[in-house]
């Protein structure tokens, strides 16, 4: 399958520390995402990263992409209570189509303690 | 923009009623997907469409399950009878490019 994994399935930290989430994927792909759920909510798209791009910065986001390893990281720097929620990433298929399906993991739920 | 609606927000039926989930996408998004979240099998997509058009449909479990997209600004769902094992959120989204954007979903219960 080419579901992505996250790693680990969950994560408690205090406010202010980081959070390093991991995503591993079986097959080669044409961009990997980020998303967040809310509980009771829908996903939220955080980054896109393509696959000729091995790192992207979005305000507190910082993600990597190592397609030799078939991985990717999602960090968030000081950490609010606000970041609690589900962190999902989502593959696509290197089929040369820009839009398709998406292979979304399990997720990883962070919560950040006050 | 709205973003993308979905009703009902809940819905609790009993076995063997027609269910029929609803859907409006974000207007000018070409792509519509309908996916289900259970504890057990994670964000699952049922299927997709590209222009009103289905392009895949192979993750509707079963005959039971149809969708439609009579329009560009319009989806359904239906679940022909339901099932207990159908309980699950349902979540319809759309996208014009690789991004995709959410509903809030339908919990819905099958007693």
């Known amino acids: 399958s080419q579901q992505g994994e996250e790693d680990p399935q969950a994560l408690s930290i205090q406010e202010g520390e980081n959070a390093t989430m991991n995503c591993s994927y079986k097959?080669?792909?044409?961009?990997l995402q980020w998303y967040r759920q809310n509980s009771g909510r829908g996903l939220v798209h955080l980054i896109l990263?393509?696959?000729?791009?091995r790192e992207k910065h979005s305000g507190r986001l910082r993600v990597t992409l190592d397609t030799s390893k078939k991985s990717s990281s999602l960090l968030i720097t000081a950490s609010r209570a606000a970041d609690t929620a589900s962190y999902f990433c989502?593959?696509?298929?290197?089929?040369?189509?820009?839009?398709?399906?998406?292979?979304f993991g399990r997720g990883t739920q962070l919560t950040v303690w006050p | 923009d709205a973003g993308v609606i979905q009703s009902p927000r809940h819905e609790v039926t009993e076995m063997g009623q027609e269910v029929t989930l609803r859907c409006k996408p974000i207007?000018?998004?070409?792509?519509l997907f309908w996916y289900r979240q259970t504890m057990m099998r994670g964000l699952e997509l049922l299927i997709y469409?590209?222009?009103?058009?289905?392009?895949?449909d192979s993750g509707m479990p079963e005959d039971r399950f149809s969708a439609k997209m009579p329009n560009a600004s319009f989806s359904t769902l239906k679940i022909q009878p339901s099932e207990p094992r159908d309980s699950a959120v349902y979540f319809c989204?759309?996208?014009?490019?690789?991004?995709?954007?959410f509903g809030s979903g339908t919990q819905l219960s099958v007693l």
């Open positions: 207007s000018g998004h070409d792509y």
């Open positions: 989204a759309s996208s014009l490019n690789e991004k995709l954007f």
């Open positions: 097959t080669s792909i044409n961009n």
């Open positions: 990263i393509r696959s000729n791009e």
């Open positions: 469409f590209n222009n009103n058009v289905p392009i895949d």
């Open positions: 989502a593959t696509d298929a290197d089929r040369g189509s820009t839009l398709g399906r998406l292979y």
